[in-house]
């Protein structure tokens, strides 16, 4: 059993070292940590490496082929956990290549507004909402600093940061489904009036939420009081990629 315990060890242990330390030292920020190590990389390890072992006691291997052999397994296993290691690119912020079709005042969803924030206050009994935030979120309803836009999408793309140690920082801009959709935005990049919104062709962004922070509740905007996004014209670092991509 001397060979199938070397095997099970080896492969075993480079499991659980490449998938302990991997994910701490590139992607530090990462949920899984080194639960991937202990989990699922070690334990699996182990396993590959008994029926390897058993494998290579069968087989009429010389000593020195059969060593070369666990060492390209472990490398093997060790390169697939790293890479598995890696962190995925990050969603930053959403493109649309779109048409206006129509532009409202907040004021107009007001009711529908305030009666779904009431039925959501009156359904939580471990919070408090804010104080008189019914006669706040009216006044902002009352003086709105933008407008609602419904777009028709002709392009979407999303923007991407890239957390790999070689390229840490470097953003692309892909597309992604949603040509066709009509979708609802907040905008107020040009004021409260819908004149100066007007229908026809617009670029417009909005940033991704990565890690929400816990806000007011009720919200003490009117984005937040509608569940709209805050879409503007983009950067000059995506509106460059945007349009060549397109």
């Known amino acids: 059993m001397k060979p199938v315990l070397r095997w ?9 070292l490449c998938g302990f330390l991997g994910p701490m030292l590139l992607a530090p920020g990462a949920n899984q940590g080194p639960l991937l190590g202990i989990f699922i990389t070690g334990p699996a390890g182990a396993l590959a490496g008994l029926a390897l072992g058993a494998l290579a006691r069968v087989l009429p291997w010389p000593a020195r082929v059969e060593r070369w052999a666990l060492v390209l397994c472990c490398a093997l296993l060790g390169l697939a956990t790293l890479g598995r290691s890696l962190p995925e690119p990050r969603n930053r912020a959403l493109l649309l290549e779109a048409n206006v079709i129509d532009c409202l005042s907040p004021a107009a969803f007001e009711s529908e507004a305030m009666a779904d924030w009431e039925a959501r206050v009156a359904k939580v009994d471990w919070a408090a909402p804010r104080s008189s935030w019914q006669d706040e979120a009216r006044r902002l309803f009352a003086r709105p600093d933008g407008v609602v836009l419904d777009l028709e999408v002709q392009a979407r793309r999303v923007a ?8 840490r920082g470097r953003t692309t801009v892909e597309p992604v ?16 009036s819908c004149s100066a919104y007007p229908s026809g062709p617009a670029i417009l962004y909005y940033e991704l939420t990565v890690d929400p922070q816990p806000g007011p509740w009720p919200p003490d905007d009117l984005p937040g009081l509608l569940s709209l996004v805050v879409a503007g014209p983009p950067p000059a670092a995506y509106f460059g990629d945007f349009s060549s991509s397109g």
């Not at 099970?8 to 242990?13: D, I, M, S």
């Not at 991407?160 to 390229?167: S, T």
């Not at 040509?179 to 004021?191: E, I, L, M, N």
């Open 8 to 16: 099970v060890l080896a492969l075993g242990l480079t499991g659980f």
């Open 160 to 167: 991407r940061e890239h957390l790999q140690p070689w390229d």
């Open 177 to 192: 489904a949603g040509v066709g959709d009509v979708t609802r935005v907040f905008a107020r990049y040009a004021g409260a």
